[in-house]
């Protein structure tokens, strides 16, 4: 039950530590000076009550668009007719959100059309308890309608209202649920959760891009093992990364983190796709970070890592994390020169730490994890030396330009990372050696 009847305060000193802060108590201020009513909301409240750096700050006002436009100097109008703007203070924009109730829903993600309201009304439409906090900067108090302080003792989850409501309104809550469970690390409380699974289906009608920030950020929670348990649990798996989720899945990540425990989002995303495809080590150790090569060795994983719709950059990440795990498999002890290339590009040594778990978990006696801390203690100058000689030097000796070109070069910097050569006159005999032939 949500109302003005039933509101909760708490005293809470302000995160005058926090650098983001004062921009914006600014602009709460300029508000009040105004004569407007005007609070701090939603994740900056829950995560200062539980003595987390919020990851930004949210106004909530009753001040509309055209006045927010007229006291700031600088805002954007991200979205007017749903009342939002964002306002530059201290260098920063802030969203700024006009108090609002929604209209019908009809696609699962906005609805038709706000109407402006009282406070009141507007933390009784927003998703969880947890996430309906209001914060007002002048009598340094949270301020509660909706029981969002009971929910945080209890460490729990739980719609505002009524779950099927709120999940009809927008699918994508029935994602975030899992999330902010994951990332809390916070239990769901019995009937949001009886609702998660019940509209779980309807995920189906979310865009992947919308889908794969979620993910992500269930990935890189601390909690992370649980929270892919739940998305099992919850039948949600299908409609985020097919069927890449299970026990094997899991406790090859469980082993990967104990490992390495930083280990980011795409490390992660990539141990639990290790098992979609079974290319043959020696092509996976050759593609050298080539995508065309990593796709067509790798094409299951492509597959699902494109339907996260992930940067160009997080997709050949992933890819080379994956290449790498499935090329250390060719070695028992791989020479220098091969583990420094594979630990060197983007996502390789995310592979290593992968490959050594799963070393770990099958109880084989290789030396990947200590591969691992060789190439951890190498300089930059040991991963990637100056060679000894170039493409103009080889001419200079009288070599036309040809593929043999490519190899001579590949080949002078291999033996200059297994340290077999260390100056110019070893590295002319070696290429001579090659290109005479």
Request: proline letters at 3%.
């Amino acid at each position: 039950m949500t109302g003005a009847d039933r509101v909760v305060e708490l005293e809470l000193a302000p995160p005058t530590g926090d650098e983001r802060y004062p921009g914006a108590l600014a602009i709460v201020e300029r508000l009040h000076m105004a004569g407007y009513e005007a609070y701090l909301v939603g994740g900056c409240v829950r995560d200062m009550v539980l003595g987390r750096r919020p990851r930004d700050y949210d106004i909530a006002t009753n001040a509309v668009p055209d006045v927010i436009e007229k006291l700031f100097d600088r805002t954007i109008a991200v979205g007017r007719a749903f009342g939002v703007m964002q306002a530059q203070s201290d260098g920063e924009y802030y969203e700024v959100a006009t108090f609002r109730r929604d209209m019908a829903y009809r696609d699962g993600r906005r609805p038709e059309g706000v109407q402006f309201c009282d406070v009141v009304e507007d933390v009784a439409r927003r998703d969880f308890t947890v996430n309906g906090l209001l914060y007002d900067t002048r009598s340094s108090r949270v301020v509660d309608y909706v029981d969002g302080l009971a929910d945080l003792k209890k460490q729990n989850i739980r719609a505002i209202g009524d779950a099927d409501a709120r999940f009809e309104e927008d699918h994508l809550r029935i994602l975030r649920a899992v999330r902010f469970s994951t990332e809390l690390g916070f239990g769901i409380e019995e009937k949001t959760w009886q609702s998660v699974q019940r509209f779980a289906d309807k995920l189906e009608r979310i865009s992947a891009e919308r889908i794969r920030d979620e993910f992500l950020k269930i990935l890189g929670a601390d909690d992370v093992l649980s929270g892919l348990a739940r998305l099992e649990e919850a039948g949600l798996v299908p409609f985020v990364l097919a069927d890449c989720c299970g026990d094997a899945d899991r406790g090859r990540l469980q082993a990967a983190l104990a490992i390495h425990p930083e280990l980011g989002s795409i490390g992660r995303l990539a141990a639990l796709l290790v098992g979609v495809d079974q290319p043959t080590p020696e092509a996976c150790s050759g593609c050298n970070g080539a995508r065309s090569c990593l796709e067509s060795l790798l094409p299951n994983a492509t597959i699902r890592l494109s339907r996260l719709r992930l940067s160009r950059a997080e997709n050949l990440h992933a890819l080379n994390a994956l290449a790498a795990v499935h090329g250390l498999r060719r070695f028992d002890e791989p020479s220098r020169n091969v583990w420094i290339r594979l630990g060197r590009i983007d996502g390789g040594r995310d592979g290593f730490v992968i490959a050594a778990a799963e070393e770990q978990i099958a109880g084989v006696s290789k030396t990947t994890g200590q591969l691992l801390r060789s190439f951890d203690g190498l300089t930059t100058a040991e991963i990637r030396p100056d060679l000894l000689l170039t493409g103009a030097d080889l001419e200079s000796f009288g070599y036309r330009p040809g593929p043999l070109f490519k190899e001579a070069l590949y080949a002078l910097e291999s033996a200059q990372l297994d340290g077999a050569i260390g100056d110019r006159i070893e590295a002319e005999r070696l290429v001579r050696s090659l290109l005479d032939r």
